[in-house]
């Protein structure tokens, strides 16, 4: 059953999974990177995942609120981690020179199995397409990885900016 899984996939799907793990292993070395540079993966990953839900399973309005809530929270939480060690700003905080991790590469292929994984089960049972709950959690799963990316990219900008002290009553 894989191997006729393997061999009915499109010969772009195994293009699009070897330029994801080049660009992926890339950033496991410490490059300088743009803030634009830097909130353009997350902003291609939305559009990506947003698309997936609604070409996968429909525009609902159920779907985009469990997308949204996938995206913010990962968001949220990945932007109150600390600051990746040997992280510097450059050039007054346009340029970042970000150490390597293999964060991004674990990040990325999750978002290509997850998708893969879903596009297998829809094949095999189109039936789920019409079952809110595995939508719903599909949706969340699709909003949970760019708003991981973009927490990231939130969490290197906020973490380069001067942090201001509030200084109490005693000075």
Known sequence: ?????????????????????????????????????????????????????VTGFGMHVALVVAWCCGCVSAAWCWARLPAPAGLTSQAHGSRYLVPGSWVPLTLIMVAFLARYSIGIALAFHPELRDETGFAAVCALVFGCIPGA?????????????PRMRIRDANG
């Open 1 to 53: 059953m894989i191997s006729s899984i393997l061999r009915g996939t499109p010969a772009w799907v195994w293009c699009v999974l070897a330029l994801i793990l080049w660009r992926g292993y890339g950033l496991t070395r410490s490059h300088s990177i743009s803030r634009g540079r830097l909130l353009l993966l997350p902003v291609l990953f939305l559009a990506a995942s947003l698309a997936a839900v």
């Open 149 to 161: 990316f973009l927490g990231r990219a939130l969490n290197i900008i906020g973490s380069s900016q």
